[in-house]
Structures are given as structure tokens and as C-alpha cells.
């Protein structure tokens, strides 16, 4: 089922699966040393599980979808950025 209808050409179901995922994972790296890691390897994530679309049968590759995965891994990343520059 939809929850809200697309953002223009934005996946709204695969954007707010990555802003939760990637959301807790920031936080939960968030005073380690790791938290840069943790940011690459959730962006790396977020374009490759899109891009095996391609190999999988039964899936499709879709731009909207590889949007909404990497725009909802940067609005939790910014997020964080803006919660860290106000603990301070």
C-alpha cells in the first residue's frame, strides 16, 4: 500500500524508509569514531541496493526510487548535522 502519494519524480515510500534506517543508524553512531563510516557506507547502500534492481528478477530499476533512497539518507543526515551543532 502507498502511504502518501509520490514528490514529483520522488519514491515517498522508499524516502521514508531510508530517513528511519538511516536516521538510526546516525544516531546510534553518532559520538563514535565511526560516524563518517557510517555515512559513506549508508549512501553507498542506499545507490547499490537500488542498482542490484537491475540483476533481480521480478524488480525493476527506477530513478524516483534511487531519488527517494539517497534524498531520505540525507535529510536524516542533515538532521544529525543540525542535532550536533546545537548539543554544542
Known amino acids: 500500500p502507498q502511504i502518501t502519494r509520490d514528490f514529483f519524480y520522488i519514491s515517498s515510500q522508499h524516502l521514508y524508509f531510508y530517513l528511519i534506517i538511516s ?15 557510517v555515512v559513506i557506507y549508508l549512501f553507498f547502500l542506499s545507490i547499490i541496493l537500488e542498482v542490484l534492481h537491475l540483476v533481480i528478477s521480478e524488480r525493476s ?28
Open 61 to 88: 530499476f527506477q530513478i524516483p526510487a534511487l531519488a527517494g533512497n539517497i534524498l531520505g539518507v540525507l535529510i536524516a543526515y542533515i538532521v544529525v548535522l543540525i542535532y550536533k551543532f546545537w548539543k554544542k
Open 23 to 37: 536516521a538510526l543508524g546516525f544516531f546510534s553512531y553518532l559520538r563514535d569514531k565511526k560516524f563518517k563510516l
